[in-house]
C-alpha cells in the first residue's frame, strides 16, 4: 500500500530506475540555509544520506513528488523534555527529526530516551543532568533522568534544595564528568530550580568543567522580577571567567518585557569573546510543575505579573482559582502547569535576533487522555505559518535556519554527528520535512494540545519515510540515539 502510495505520487522511471537511488523527492523548492540554495532541485537518498541535490529530475525505486511543496532540514528540537513514544510521535508529524533533552538533561545521557530507545521514531540525545547528578550525591540514590521507569523527580527533595558541601561538589564534578566521558551533550542546569541551592562555587565548578571539555552549559537562569537580567549576568560573567559556552534556555519565558535589554546583553557578552546563544518558544505560556522553586518558594504573581486565573492545571485544562491551586500544590505536587504570562511583541523581539533557535520544551507526554502543553504537537508548524507567513515576522529561509542548522552548528565542535544535519547537502543525512508553505499551520492550541498541523506533509528521518501525508507510517523506526562520540 505504502509503495503504491509512492507511485502515485510521482513513479519512478527507466529501465535502471531501482538501481539509481532508495528514494528520490523531484521537483521541491529546496531550501538549504547554509548554502542559501532556495529554488527546485531533485533529491537522490540513498543509505540514509543525501547523495545528489540535482537540477534534473532523478529516478529512483521510490518517487515522492513535492511539486509546490517546500523540501528544507528536518527539524532539530533542542529543548524538549518528551522523549517519550507519544511525544516523538506528536513531534515526527510536526517535522521534528530530532529531539533533544538539553535543559534537564540525564545521568547517564541516554537514560533521557529510556521510554524509545526501543523503537526510536526520531532522533534523540540529551545532556548530562546536574540535577541527576546532585540526586545521586546529596540523596544517595540514582533517578537518571524525572520520569525512570515508573520513578519521578520530587522538586521538593534535598537535590532540589540543599546546599552542597564542598566535598560533594567536588563528588559532583566527577559525576558530572562520568556523564562528558560517557557522550553527553554538554551539561544541563536547571539553576532557577535549585536557586537557593546551587552556591557560586557550585555555579564556577559546573562551568569550569564545561570550560575544560569545551562543551556548552545549557542553563535555566535564575528568575526575579520581570525583565531583571541579574541570573543573565551571573551565568555570563562565570562564562567569561572559566571560558565556557553557555545556551540560555526559552529567553523571553524568562527576559518577559525585558527581552531587547537581555538580546542587548547577550550581543556585548559576544563581542567580548563569550559563547553564548539562546531560543525562544513558539506558544506563549509557559509549562512546568506546580511544586518549581519559583512557586513554592517565592511570590510568583509577581514575578509573572500574573494572578492564579491565569494558571490551567495541565492535566485537565481547567483553569485554577486560589483554592484549587493551593488543593492541587498539596495533593498532587508533581502536577504540571500552564502559566499564561507571555505577550506576542516580546516573541516578535526575540525572533527578529539574528541568531535564535526555537524549540519545543514540549512537557511529558504519555497518554492523549491527559492534557498537556501545544508545543509538543505545533511548535514549529505555528513558526512557519502564523509567524513567517501570516505575520511576516520572519522570511522562510531564515526562518528555517532556526529549526535546523543554528542547532546543528552549535552542537557540531563538540559532537561530530551534527555536521550532517540542519542541511541539504551532498552527504548529508537524510532528515528531511517536506511542507505546503501556503497551508501549514499548527491547530494545536491551549485545551486541545493533540490536535496535528496542517500543511506538513512528509517527513523522512536518516533516509526512511517516517511521515507520508501527514500521518505516521506504521512500525517505521528510524530514529538513532545521538552523543558526542556519534558519527
Known amino acids: 500500500m505504502f509503495l503504491l502510495l509512492l507511485a502515485w505520487l510521482g513513479p519512478a522511471t527507466g529501465d535502471n530506475a531501482a538501481s539509481a537511488y532508495t528514494l528520490v523527492i523531484n521537483n521541491g523548492r529546496v531550501i538549504d540555509p547554509e548554502t542559501g540554495l532556495d529554488g527546485v532541485r531533485h533529491l537522490g537518498i540513498r543509505d540514509g544520506r543525501i547523495v545528489a541535490v540535482s537540477p534534473l529530475p532523478l529516478v529512483g525505486h521510490e518517487v515522492i513528488n513535492a511539486r509546490d511543496r517546500v523540501v528544507a532540514p528536518g527539524f532539530i528540537d533542542i529543548h524538549s523534555h518528551s522523549l517519550t513514544p507519544l511525544g516523538q510521535y506528536r513531534n515526527v508529524l510536526d517535522g521534528v527529526t530530532t529531539q533533544l533533552e538539553m535543559e534537564a538533561g540525564a545521568l547517564p545521557a541516554e537514560a533521557a530516551g529510556d521510554s524509545v530507545a526501543a523503537k526510536p521514531i526520531i532522533n534523540y540525545g540529551a545532556s548530562v543532568g546536574h540535577f541527576a547528578a546532585r540526586i545521586q550525591v546529596i540523596e544517595g540514590r540514582t533517578l537518571p533522568y524525572f520520569f525512570y521507569r515508573g520513578e519521578r523527580a520530587d522538586m521538593a527533595s534535598p537535590a532540589f534544595t540543599q546546599v552542597a558541601t564542598s566535598t ?4 559532583l564534578r566527577t559525576e558530572l564528568s562520568r556523564g562528558l566521558d560517557g557522550g553527553g551533550l554538554g551539561i544541563g542546569l536547571l539553576l532557577d530550580y535549585m536557586r537557593d541551592a546551587v552556591s557560586a562555587a557550585e555555579l564556577r565548578m559546573i562551568f569550569a568543567l564545561a570550560g575544560e571539555r569545551r562543551v556548552p552549559v545549557f542553563v535555566h537562569v535564575r528568575r526575579n522580577l520581570p525583565g531583571d537580567p541579574a541570573g543573565l549576568d551571573e551565568v555570563l560573567l562565570v562564562a567569561g571567567q572559566t571560558g565556557a559556552s553557555v545556551f540560555i534556555c526559552h529567553i523571553t519565558h524568562n527576559a518577559m518585557g525585558g527581552i531587547a535589554d537581555w538580546l542587548d546583553r547577550i550581543d556585548r557578552a559576544r ?19 506546580i511544586s518549581a522553586d519559583v512557586f513554592r518558594k517565592r511570590d510568583w504573581r509577581a514575578i509573572f505579573d500574573i494572578d492564579y486565573d491565569d494558571v490551567q492545571w495541565v492535566a485537565t485544562g481547567e483553569w485554577l482559582t486560589e483554592k484549587s491551586w493551593h488543593d492541587y500544590a498539596s495533593t498532587q505536587p508533581a502536577g504540571m502547569v500552564n502559566h499564561h504570562y507571555l505577550r506576542e511583541p516580546w516573541l516578535h523581539t526575540a525572533l527578529r535576533w539574528p541568531d535564535m533557535m526555537v524549540s519545543t520544551d514540549a512537557l511529558p507526554a504519555f497518554d492523549t487522555r491527559q492534557m498537556t502543553n501545544p508545543n509538543i504537537s505545533g511548535s514549529f508548524s505555528r ?69 496535528a498541523p496542517l500543511g506538513m506533509d512528509w517527513v523522512l528521518v536518516n533516509g526512511v519515510v517516517t511521515v507520508a501525508n501527514g500521518s505516521l507510517v506504521p512500525n517505521v523506526a528510524a530514529g538513532r540515539y545521538l552523543d558526542s562520540g556519534t558519527e
Do not use: C, H
Not at 502564523?386 to 543554528?406: F, P
Open 383 to 451: 513558526l512557519l505559518g502564523r509567524y513567517v507567513r501570516d505575520q511576516g515576522i520572519l522570511e522562510l529561509a531564515d526562518a528555517l535556519s532556526r529549526t535546523s542548522l543554528k542547532q546543528a552548528q552549535w552542537l557540531e565542535p563538540f559532537a561530530p554527528v551534527f555536521r550532517r544535519k540542519g542541511r541539504i547537502q551532498p552527504g548529508m543525512d537524510a532528515d528531511l520535512v517536506i511542507f505546503n508553505p501556503d497551508t501549514v499551520a499548527a491547530r494545536a492550541d491551549y485545551g486541545s494540545p493533540w490536535e
Open 271 to 289: 563581542a567580548k569573546g563569550i559563547n553564548v546563544t539562546t531560543e525562544t518558544l513558539s506558544y506563549l505560556a509557559g509549562g512546568t510543575s
Open 168 to 171: 560533594e561538589i567536588a563528588s
